[in-house]
């Protein structure tokens, strides 16, 4: 018996599956992990305040830097070895990460880890797209890789205030690493190799002119928050523009692009990504500021803001399993535009606070949140490979996760700098107020795209079914 026309055994299939579902629930226990230790983090590498902010920020960097040309690379050169390779790379980074106590070291590593983050999101993406013909199958293994995101930053927080509390926060990093050595030699075993039949070849200058100029952004972004007139920021901002800038310019010209910049006219691939800088600068971006703001301004304990930040992500699990049982009649961007509009109720309901709250005000504003982000995830995955030509999985994965990895560093910006502002009142009262203009502003971001969403599926709809009609002319 076999799940799919090229005759993969359905044992097989399914340790696929497990494999690249665990492998993206690593790299988003690796990006969230520092959340709930911050503070402990921070003292033990003698960090200042801009310190603090890259320890939160640098892996957003590699990740986002790396995603697209990793999903290039596992395309062309082997989906299970970018894998493999990727999760050692994390392995590696989280250790030398711990072995040595500065805090430049830590940023460093802490960016190698989201390059080989980046491999594995964007391999394992492709690899279910090459596993899973479209349909039921697939969008039930979409489902799985998107709760096992919402299941990684449920973890990641949690494990690593539990083990901070238990011995050291250098624990979670060091279970992290043999978690990854272990998956890594797991999926040479267990996980067949592909690649696309079509290989466009790495197109190297557009790579590194891409990676050049959303590292430079990222920086300026994380640079900014100690002051946006420096002229380190204006200098990484301007960078940035020239490089990007190149970037488009190489790619228009290259016969070997690694984006198709033709797919930014397609209103598929166009909801799809925008879906993913929505659910980033939204729902992940206030989440990423509520772990340290529960601690400073409402005296919540890191475990117990793990457990709130809990609610919102193993919820987001169950429902991102649950949708595989939506009828297929409702099409992913639809449910993509559905699960933005409820993030941006559930976000709503988290404004209001003030300095009295405790943990039981927030639970229904992040459940009703976590709920809709599950849609939302178990849909991205699926609808990054369907936006793109076949054989080109990774490359999707990699150009719809830059863009949720880009809107959560913009988001978090967003946030940091709204919740920072000076006040007429104590701090924790400014840190209360701030928070609640952020929430606001998050969820006016996932409404926003939410609406967008639907009207790029039906401009979708409305062009294909003008195709229709003209082959039927």
Same mark, same amino acid.
């Not at 797919?263 to 691939?269: G, I």
């Not at 990699?398 to 920072?420: E, F, H, K």
């Given at each position: 018996?076999? =799940? ?84 050692? %790379? ?16 830590? %940023?460093?590593?802490? %960016? ?31 489902? #799985? /890789? ?27 990093? /060091? ?52 002051? /946006? ?89 169950? =429902? ?38 405790? /943990? ?24 990054? %490979? ?30 940091? #700098? ?42 979708? =709809? ?6 229709? =009609?003209?082959?039927?002319?």
């Amino acid at each position: 018996m076999t =799940t799919h026309t090229d005759a993969v055994p359905v044992e097989s299939a399914r340790a696929t599956l497990t494999v690249s579902a665990l492998g993206t629930l690593l790299v988003l226990v690796a990006f969230t992990a520092p959340l709930s230790t911050l503070n402990v983090t921070a003292t033990a590498l003698d960090a200042d305040v801009s310190g603090r902010t890259w320890i939160l920020s640098s892996m957003s960097i590699g990740l986002a830097a790396a995603l697209l040309s990793a999903g290039t690379i596992s395309d062309d050169f082997g989906r299970r070895r970018t894998l493999s390779i990727g999760l050692l %790379v994390i392995a590696a980074g989280s250790v030398v990460g711990v072995l040595v106590p500065d805090v430049l070291v830590f %940023v460093l590593t802490r %960016v190698l880890v989201g390059v080989g983050g980046a491999a594995v999101i964007a391999s394992s993406l492709g690899i279910i797209a090459h596993t899973f013909p479209p349909g039921p199958q697939r969008a039930a293994a979409s489902g #799985v /890789w998107g709760a096992s995101v919402g299941a990684g930053i449920a973890i990641g927080p949690l494990l690593s205030a539990l083990l901070e509390k238990a011995d050291s926060w250098h624990d979670a990093y /060091w279970a992290l690493a043999g978690a990854s050595i272990l998956l890594a030699v797991a999926a040479e075993r267990l996980v067949p190799e592909s690649r696309t039949e079509h290989p466009r070849g790495l197109d190297l200058p557009g790579a590194l002119l891409f990676a050049g100029g959303i590292a430079t952004l990222l920086a300026g972004l994380v640079e900014g928050r100690q002051g /946006w007139t420096q002229p380190v920021v204006i200098g990484l901002f301007v960078a940035s523009a020239v490089l990007l800038v190149a970037f488009v310019v190489i790619e228009h010209r290259s016969a070997t692009s690694m984006l198709d910049l033709s797919l930014l006219r397609s209103p598929a691939f166009g909801a799809a990504t925008l879906a993913a800088v929505a659910i980033g600068a939204g729902a992940i971006a206030l989440m990423s500021y509520m772990a340290g703001f529960l601690g400073a301004a409402l005296g919540i304990s890191a475990i117990g803001s793990a457990l709130l930040l809990f609610a919102w992500s193993g919820t987001s699990v169950v =429902t991102a399993l649950l949708a595989r049982r939506i009828p297929a009649s409702v099409s992913g961007r639809v449910q993509l535009a559905v699960g933005l509009i409820g993030v941006a109720a559930g976000l709503a309901a988290l404004t209001g606070i003030d300095e009295t709250s405790g /943990w039981v005000r927030f639970l229904p504003g992040l459940l009703f949140a976590g709920i809709a982000t599950g849609l939302v995830n178990a849909n991205l995955g699926r609808e990054a %490979v369907a936006s793109v030509p076949a054989g080109r999985g990774g490359m999707g994965s990699g150009a719809n996760n830059t863009a949720r990895y880009l809107g959560s560093a913009v988001g978090v910006t967003i946030v940091a #700098v709204i919740a920072a502002r000076p006040g007429p009142g104590s701090a924790a009262e400014d840190l209360v107020s701030g928070w609640n203009v952020a929430a606001v502003v998050t969820a006016v971001i996932s409404a926003l795209g939410g609406v967008v969403v639907f009207v790029l599926h039906c401009r979708a =709809t409305a062009a294909a079914r003008a195709e229709v =009609t003209a082959a039927g002319v």
